[in-house]
């Protein structure tokens, strides 16, 4: 499940992972908040918050979150990873070379220096 967590910000999308991420959670929670940032400010930052009871992703939301990467895969700034298993995180770093963002990795104790880093509004992903 995904839910949006209240320290999102307008440019900036935060969303808290928990069981197992399916295509719904993507079409009904995640696009349509990703696509707003986007139509008002063409860039968004993104966190994403796995807990400790995430399981990972069904294979329908990993295609969801394919397609609306590899659209928008210029559109986003700053994307941090909190948590989750190494494989994600793995497959993060895989991802951040295809897309022109800022990548960030944090431990989830690490939860409100993430924040921090992906609610630094930017332009672009050269922007600090």
Same mark, same amino acid.
């Given at each position: 499940?995904?839910?949006?967590?209240?320290?999102?910000?307008?440019?900036?999308?935060?969303?808290?992972?928990?069981?197992?991420?399916?295509?719904?959670?993507?079409?009904?929670?995640?696009?349509?908040? @990703?696509?707003?940032?986007?139509? =008002?400010?063409?860039?968004?930052?993104?966190?994403?918050?796995?807990?400790?009871?995430?399981?990972?992703?069904? @294979?329908?939301?990993? *295609?969801?979150?394919?397609?609306? #990467?590899? /659209?928008?895969? !210029?559109?986003?700034?700053?994307?941090?990873?909190?948590?989750?298993? !190494?494989?994600?995180?793995? #497959?993060? /770093?895989? #991802?951040?070379?295809?897309?022109?963002? /800022?990548?960030?990795?944090?431990?989830?104790?690490?939860? =409100?220096?993430?924040?921090? *880093?992906?609610?630094?509004?930017?332009?672009?992903?050269?922007?600090?």
């Amino acid at each position: 499940m995904i839910t949006i967590m209240p320290e999102s910000t307008e440019q900036m999308l935060a969303v808290r992972a928990t069981g197992t991420l399916t295509d719904t959670d993507y079409k009904e929670v995640w696009i349509p908040a @990703l696509q707003k940032i986007l139509d =008002e400010f063409e860039v968004a930052n993104i966190l994403l918050f796995m807990d400790e009871d995430f399981e990972g992703f069904s @294979l329908k939301a990993m *295609w969801e979150d394919a397609k609306f #990467g590899i /659209k928008h895969r !210029n559109d986003f700034a700053r994307v941090a990873i909190v948590g989750g298993p !190494n494989w994600v995180r793995w #497959g993060a /770093k895989v #991802g951040e070379t295809l897309m022109d963002c /800022k990548l960030e990795l944090y431990a989830p104790e690490k939860l =409100e220096e993430a924040l921090a *880093w992906a609610a630094k509004t930017a332009k672009c992903a050269c922007d600090d």
